[in-house]
């Protein structure tokens, strides 16, 4: 199983990368080209363990899979046979329970294996299914699978009101709702600009929706869709854990290919901490001036609040950095499973409930630590490059399937950071 050695250094992180496509774009943006009949070609793809596996699903489905290149891919749905997606695909990541909404939509079955993925808390599927019951799809969980058949017209339109917001919730009814037969309203629609990306697409493909990027979206749904281009949008997360690198080392980054206006609240919170944040067309540049991190407070939100996906790599610069800092995580409940692996690198965190508390050091110490999820990998990775000796981080799995060649962009940085066995 690889692992990463990272020897840490009082090296500040400096130098220019470029931002990879989303994986929380490229995977319900991938599961939506079940839906129109012809080709469409996604551009920006990140080269990622997730997307090699949904891809994988699209091919077991029947569907007609070319690359280009290894950020572009061309997928006709038109071949699909089979509309099973089975667990020994579906349980490597949680996503996969995207291919549900086109598929029942365009076929009118699905069968699709109850997900897994990171171990981060409960996100159960319940709200997908309660919302395709409300239109008109029969639903039936039978030996780990979902099993939903749409009515002999077709999926109807209705008016969905989600209890919480939920990203794959929204994504797998807007994509379900695009072929559905009349209108459908979704309220306390997630606002994440991956869905945002996922709706644009849909639109190009002929889809009819409205109120895009707010919480009600309306779509009003058409017979049939065509194959178009898209380009993915840029991965503001994996941007995020790069700023936090450059942050904890005292350094000064420059990244391209991303937009600063879909990442405003991580943005502010680095200005809070004392960053220098200067920003441009399709650029994000943070400068420390040397100087340590302040830490910083926050609470974990849906978009366009502070996302749950950055909490991490926040507490990895609270660690080090100047006072004491409170976070609270409103999302996931068991998604602090990173603080004893920081702990064993100095750190002082105290948690209760849904709430940790850090009181910054001056430096952490290497040490071995485990990952258990994808955000908690990135958190230990900058961890250990800004501590002092060697540190181990095993069970990089995680990070692979999130982060495009991780190493290589924090060593063009300027990390002592190499994949070992």
């Known amino acids: 199983m690889d692992k990463f050695l990272v ?13 990879s496509g989303a994986k929380n774009a490229s995977l319900p943006i991938l599961a939506a080209t079940l839906l129109p009949e012809g080709s469409s070609t996604l551009t920006n793809l990140p080269e990622l363990q ?6 994988s699903l699209m091919a077991e489905l029947g569907a007609e899979i070319s ?47 109850l997900p897994g993925g990171c171990a981060i808390g409960s996100r159960p599927v319940d709200l997908h299914l309660k919302a395709l019951e409300k239109m008109q799809a029969e639903i039936q969980v039978e030996e780990g ?37 009349g209108q459908t309203i979704i309220e306390n629609a997630a606002r994440e600009p991956e869905v945002t990306d996922l709706a644009d697409f849909l639109v190009k493909m002929g889809a009819r929706i409205s109120g895009i990027g707010t919480a009600t979206l309306v779509v009003d749904g058409v017979d049939t869709l065509q194959g178009a281009e898209h380009f993915i949008v840029a991965d503001r997360i994996e941007a995020g854990t790069y700023l936090a690198g450059a942050a904890i080392t005292r350094g000064d980054i420059t990244l391209h290919h991303v937009q ?18 200067t920003t ?18 926050l609470t974990t939100a849906p978009y366009p609040a502070f996302p749950t996906d950055m909490q991490a790599q926040f507490m990895a610069m609270n ?21 004893p ?81």
């Not at 290149?69 to 490597?92: F, M, R």
């Not at 441009?280 to 407070?297: E, F, P, T, Y």
């Not at 609270?328 to 603080?339: G, S």
């Open 7 to 19: 020897k840490g250094s009082t090296r500040p992180l400096t130098g220019e990368i470029k931002v």
């Open 50 to 55: 997730d997307v090699s596996t949904l891809i």
């Open 67 to 113: 690359f280009c290149d290894k950020l572009s891919v061309t997928i006709n749905a038109d071949t699909v046979n089979n509309q099973c997606a089975p667990y020994d695909l579906v349980k490597k990541m949680r996503a996969s329970i995207l291919v549900l909404g086109p598929l029942l939509a365009r076929w009118g079955y699905a069968k699709v294996s």
């Open 145 to 181: 699978y979902v099993i939903a058949k749409a009515p002999a017209g077709g999926l109807q339109g209705a008016h969905i009101v989600f209890d919480t917001v939920t990203v794959t919730g929204t994504e797998n009814i807007l994509m379900a709702a695009v072929l559905a037969k």
């Open 260 to 277: 600063a206006s879909l990442m405003e609240a991580v943005l502010d919170k680095f200005e809070e901490a004392g960053m220098e944040i």
């Open 280 to 297: 441009g067309d399709n650029w994000i540049r943070l400068n420390s001036h040397g100087k340590r991190a302040k830490a910083v407070s």
């Open 319 to 339: 660690v080090t950095a100047e006072g004491s800092a409170t976070i609270k995580e409103t999302i996931f409940e068991n998604r602090f499973m990173h603080v």
């Open 341 to 421: 692996e920081l702990c064993r690198m100095g750190a002082k965190i105290k948690t209760q409930g849904n709430i940790a508390i850090s009181e910054g050091v001056e430096r952490l110490k290497g040490a071995p630590v485990m990952a258990t999820d994808l955000r908690a990998s990135a958190s230990l990775i900058i961890a250990a490059i800004a501590a002092e000796g060697k540190s181990v981080v095993d069970r990089i799995y995680h990070v692979d399937r999130g982060y495009e060649h991780i190493e290589e962009k924090f060593a063009r940085l300027g990390a002592d950071i190499t994949r070992i066995r």
